[in-house]
């Protein structure tokens, strides 16, 4: 079935309806600078990623460590910055 008035609708000028852009010489070092800084930022959030996790590990190993031997949460929160919960949560008293 046809629609009568689908003739006046249609485009006169055909246009491409693709995702293909034009580019010019400046767009392209524009890409390029972008996608070398995004990189690098990348890298950067990786190496730092994997500086936080390896430190915080070490920081809860020292709170278990020091938990074991007596150390109050409180005191460990005040001087790690973290809240007494957190550490006790991480550190949680030995059962003797």
């Given at each position: 079935?046809?629609?009568?008035?689908?003739?006046?609708?249609?485009?006169?000028?055909?246009?491409?309806?693709?995702?293909?852009?034009?580019?010019?010489?400046?767009?392209?070092?524009?890409?390029?600078?972008?996608?070398?800084?995004?990189?690098?930022?990348?890298?950067?959030r990786?190496?730092?990623?994997?500086?936080?996790?390896?430190?915080?590990?070490?920081?809860?190993?020292?709170?278990?460590?020091?938990?074991?031997?007596?150390?109050?949460?409180?005191?460990?929160?005040?001087?790690?910055?973290?809240?007494?919960?957190?550490?006790?949560?991480?550190?949680?008293?030995s059962?003797?």
């Amino acid at each position: 079935m046809r629609i009568s008035f689908a003739h006046e609708i249609r485009d006169l000028i055909p246009h491409s309806r693709s995702a293909t852009a034009l580019t010019c010489a400046t767009m392209r070092a524009m890409t390029s600078d972008a996608e070398a800084q995004i990189r690098e930022a990348a890298r950067k959030r990786e190496k730092s990623k994997t500086a936080f996790e390896r430190d915080d590990t070490a920081l809860k190993e020292l709170f278990v460590s020091w938990r074991a031997q007596g150390i109050g949460p409180s005191d460990m929160a005040r001087w790690s910055g973290m809240t007494r919960e957190w550490v006790a949560k991480i550190a949680p008293l030995s059962k003797s």
